[in-house]
């Protein structure tokens, strides 16, 4: 699992099944503090994420078939959890509600 914020939406109007009823996000990959780790990719919403928060990101399919069971999901990314804060040898070191302040 990773850091992550997204940055954006995806928007496809023909689309895998396995992404039906899920959202598209465009995320950035962040290092624990805030800053940018790489790249912008794009995931699979399971939680219902928003623009501007700091989310948990994994690799899938395999974590997606375990996880949600679905069998045939060509899914690189996805969004499994919503960041409140991450705290690092004992200090936060990243609040989400100083992130959307």
Do not use: C, W
Request: negative net charge.
């Amino acid at each position: 699992m990773r850091l992550a914020r997204v940055v954006g939406n995806v928007v496809s109007t023909l689309k895998h099944e396995s992404y039906e009823a899920r959202s598209l996000l465009l995320v950035e990959p962040i290092h624990p503090g805030g800053e940018p780790a790489g790249p912008a990719t794009v995931a699979v919403d399971y939680v219902g994420a928003g623009t501007g928060e700091v989310v948990l990101m994994g690799a899938a399919p395999g974590a997606a078939k375990l996880v949600f069971g679905i069998p045939i999901a060509p899914i690189k990314e996805m969004v499994m959890g919503i960041v409140d804060e991450v705290e690092l040898h004992g200090q936060v070191v990243l609040r989400a509600s100083e992130e959307n302040a």
